[in-house]
């Protein structure tokens, strides 16, 4: 006997399918939105229904924006001669949430990840490239995560444009602040070291 309604059921399929959603999840979701007024469903239909035809990719940075270019290539008080580089929108409202970025940004929408069919063809990489070739450009910023295909993708992009005259840095990594060190792991700790910083220099 069938005790879930097939609107509901098709309701959870559909949201087990976003990321990080079980079904468990998605069967709180559902029925949480079908306790809602329909006037509040409706509105989420309608959302959903209009994102696509809202959003598109800015022409400078392709990050998802409602105007192109998007906010911030279009602020005046930002610097655009300073670019941060990182994989995915998400980063880059991570981020942003910092205020401690003036710049301004290139998405890649991914990593270089071979295994998964992924090189520098299906990223944003060659307009990187005329970006920071274009003469308007002093520093890039590879803001891409520590996993494996993140630091590839920052190694891959350090070596791309190393003969271009601009300053190429690294998101610098390491032990998160309030850790104890006893508790970090190796990988952390190394990159920590790595990624020091001079305080003082005697003579």
Same mark, same amino acid.
């Given at each position: 006997?069938?005790? !879930?309604?097939?609107?509901?059921?098709?309701?959870?399929?559909?949201?087990?399918?976003?990321?990080? $959603?079980?079904?468990?999840?998605? /069967?709180?979701?559902? %029925?949480?939105?079908?306790?809602?007024?329909?006037? &509040?469903?409706?509105?989420?239909?309608?959302?959903?229904?209009?994102?696509?035809?809202?959003?598109?990719?800015?022409?400078?940075?392709?990050?998802?924006?409602? /105007?192109? +270019?998007?906010?911030?290539?279009?602020?005046?008080?930002?610097?655009?001669?300073? $670019?941060?580089?990182?994989?995915?929108?998400?980063?880059?409202?991570?981020?942003?949430?910092?205020?401690?970025?003036?710049? *301004?940004?290139?998405?890649?929408?991914?990593?270089?990840? +071979?295994?998964?069919?992924?090189?520098?063809?299906?990223?944003? !990489?060659?307009?990187?490239?005329?970006? *920071?070739?274009?003469?308007?450009? &002093?520093? *890039?910023? %590879?803001?891409?995560?520590? /996993?494996?295909?993140?630091?590839?993708?920052?190694?891959?992009?350090?070596?791309?444009?190393?003969?271009?005259? *601009?300053?190429?840095?690294?998101?610098?990594?390491?032990? +998160?602040?309030?850790?104890?060190?006893?508790?970090? &792991?190796?990988?952390?700790?190394?990159?920590?070291?790595?990624?020091?910083?001079?305080?003082?220099?005697? +003579?």
């Amino acid at each position: 006997m069938r005790v !879930i309604p097939p609107a509901l059921e098709r309701l959870i399929g559909d949201l087990s399918k976003l990321p990080g $959603i079980g079904h468990k999840s998605a /069967t709180r979701l559902a %029925l949480y939105i079908l306790r809602r007024p329909a006037a &509040d469903a409706q509105k989420l239909a309608d959302d959903l229904l209009t994102l696509h035809g809202s959003i598109r990719l800015c022409h400078r940075c392709f990050t998802f924006s409602e /105007t192109d +270019p998007c906010v911030i290539c279009g602020d005046p008080n930002r610097n655009p001669r300073l $670019i941060c580089v990182v994989e995915e929108p998400g980063d880059q409202i991570a981020i942003e949430k910092t205020g401690a970025h003036r710049g *301004v940004y290139h998405i890649l929408h991914g990593v270089i990840a +071979p295994m998964d069919g992924i090189g520098p063809a299906e990223l944003k !990489i060659r307009e990187l490239r005329q970006r *920071v070739t274009s003469g308007q450009v &002093d520093e *890039v910023l %590879l803001a891409t995560s520590s /996993t494996v295909p993140g630091e590839a993708t920052a190694s891959y992009l350090a070596e791309l444009l190393k003969e271009s005259r *601009v300053r190429i840095s690294r998101l610098a990594c390491g032990i +998160p602040l309030g850790m104890d060190i006893k508790y970090a &792991d190796e990988h952390t700790l190394a990159k920590a070291i790595e990624s020091r910083q001079l305080i003082k220099h005697f +003579p």
